[in-house]
């Protein structure tokens, strides 16, 4: 074989990546395959992830927000554990009536 073959072949793989790709981007905006968002009347999310934590190389911990319940879940590369289900997030207090501070005698 030749350099003319194989420039020819890479040519050919260049062009057919490059149809798989505009295949793809033309497949998406015309709204087929996986929707990257639920259809859901308004925004109501029902499940969210809060917040994610590395605990070592393999293990994370994940928050999870399920409505107004907190889900706290240990996942490993094998395993999933459930840590603590059920939390509640109390609301933040207000701004104190007499805050703690110098104040002048008469």
């Known amino acids: 074989m030749d350099y003319g073959t194989y420039l020819q072949a890479a040519m050919a793989l260049v062009f057919v990546?490059?149809?798989?790709?505009l295949v793809s981007v033309l497949a998406r905006r015309a709204g087929l395959g996986f929707p990257m968002t639920a259809n859901r009347a308004g925004n109501a999310r029902h499940l969210e992830v809060v917040e994610v934590i590395p605990v070592d190389g393999r293990r994370r911990l994940v928050l999870i927000r399920?409505?107004?319940t907190f889900h706290l879940l240990l996942l490993g590369?094998?395993?999933e554990t459930v840590v603590e289900t059920g939390i509640t997030i109390l609301p933040k207090p207000s701004v104190l009536q007499n805050?703690?501070?110098?104040?002048?005698?008469?």
Request: aromatic content about 0%; proline content about 16%; glycine content about 16%.
């Open 66 to 68: 399920r409505d107004e």
């Open 99 to 106: 805050p703690i501070g110098p104040r002048n005698a008469p």
């Open 17 to 21: 990546v490059g149809l798989i790709g």
């Open 77 to 79: 590369a094998n395993s």
